[in-house]
């Protein structure tokens, strides 16, 4: 089942252009794809939040949280991986 929104013209032409820069076939693919690109950055934000929260109000389980991705780390990343790629997540 299809519908019809109302946009404007320029958010229509913004859209297109920005399916055609991405391999979006349709209108419809490209809003899909900006939603979930969305929604996947208010998620992380969610999380960012959270881990936050712990460090600041539960040190006991952020230390804790700590040493369990350390050892992880070390198991799945070896000597190098995210730890390098990312060092603003390293506390």
């Known amino acids: 089942m299809t519908t ?3 946009v404007s013209s320029a958010t ?3 859209l297109r252009r920005w ?3 991405h391999d979006a076939k349709t209108l419809d693919d490209a ?3 900006c ?3 969305a929604e996947a950055q208010e998620q992380m934000q969610a999380v960012d939040a959270a881990m936050a929260r712990m460090r600041r109000e539960d040190p006991d389980a952020w230390a804790e949280y700590v040493r369990e991705r350390d050892v992880w780390d070390a198991v799945v990343d070896g ?3 995210a730890r390098d790629d990312y060092p603003e997540y390293n506390a």
């Open 35 to 37: 939603l979930d690109a």
């Open 12 to 14: 229509r032409d913004r």
């Open 4 to 6: 019809t929104i109302k």
């Open 31 to 33: 809003l899909l794809a």
């Open 79 to 81: 000597p190098a991986g």
């Open 19 to 21: 399916a055609d820069r």
